[in-house]
């Protein structure tokens, strides 16, 4: 089951109903927009030229 939720007062609030008993435990797991992620951490450096690694690949026979 996926859920829609917000946190809020330190609780995350269900957007729908879950239909779950009082108590239930849950296993969470929070993801973050790549987005903000790029925000925080800015974007990396790449360690190889794309270009590059694509030609690389087209010219390579892979069925030898």
Known sequence: M???AIYEDKVFKPLKDLNLPDKAEVRLTVRRRFSDLL???GEPDAEEDIDSVLRSMRERSYYE
Do not use: A, G, T
Request: hydrophobic content about 35%; glycine content about 0%; overall charge negative.
């Open 2 to 4: 996926q859920i829609k």
């Open 39 to 41: 925000d925080e951490l």
